[in-house]
Every structure is written in C-alpha cells, then in structure tokens.
C-alpha cells in the first residue's frame, strides 16, 4: 500500500518562505514524476510544479522565480520551497507522484494549508 505523507505547511506573512515536504512510502519500484498542486477556495485545484525521476522541472507561470521543487530520490521524496510568498497563494497544497507499484497509478497526499497573511 502506497502512502504520500505531506509536511511543512503553516502561516507565513507575505514575502516570507515555506518549505513543504512529501515523501512516498510502501512497496514502490519505480517513481516517475512527482509534483505539488493547489486548490485555493472555489477554485479549480491546478499544478504549481513537477518534476521528473531525471530532474526536469515544470513551474506554473505565476511561481516561477520563487518556487522550486528539489527532489532526493533515494528517499522518494519532492519538496517545495516557497520563497516571496504572496497572499495569493493561500491555498491547500497537494502532492502528486506518478509511480509503479504492481501497475502504474497516481497517487496523492492528504494536502497542507498554506496561509499568507499579515
């Protein structure tokens, strides 16, 4: 049974940073690519960022330059780093991985509030 176990998110005041983690747990073989979404209230959920077992990168335009999305792939873990964060990206953020098992399937995490206020 495979498991996606988020940390990190919290409260932060606008330009200040947050580092979120997931790491991927269970009987695993192989993951492939992992990423991060959000969903902000009565929005759709969408991607923030991804990243290949390789290391190629994907960043949704409105994070690039601030995010980045560092990966350990001995651990099956993808992290986000959160730098200049703005109240817009309140949101809940979810992990993703794309990984095989017995088959390949999708699999998420539990999500994490993050919340920029002053």
């Known amino acids: 049974q495979v498991q996606l176990v988020e940390s990190g998110g919290g409260l932060v005041q606008p330009g200040g940073s947050l580092r979120l983690s997931c790491a991927a747990s269970?009987?695993?073989?192989?993951?492939?690519?992992m990423g991060w979404y959000r969903q902000a209230p009565g929005k759709q959920r969408e991607l923030v960022a991804s990243?290949?077992?390789?290391?190629?990168?994907t960043y949704t335009k409105s994070v690039r330059g601030r995010f980045t999305i560092p990966r350990d792939n001995a651990k099956n873990t993808v992290y986000l780093q959160m730098n200049s964060l703005e109240p817009k990206d309140t949101a809940v953020y979810y992990c993703?991985?794309?990984?095989?098992?017995?088959?390949?399937?999708?699999?998420w995490g539990q999500g994490t509030q993050v919340t920029v206020s002053s």
């Open positions: 269970g009987s695993i073989r192989y993951v492939s690519v």
């Open positions: 993703n991985a794309d990984l095989i098992t017995l088959g390949r399937n999708t699999y």
């Open positions: 990243i290949t077992n390789g290391g190629s990168t």
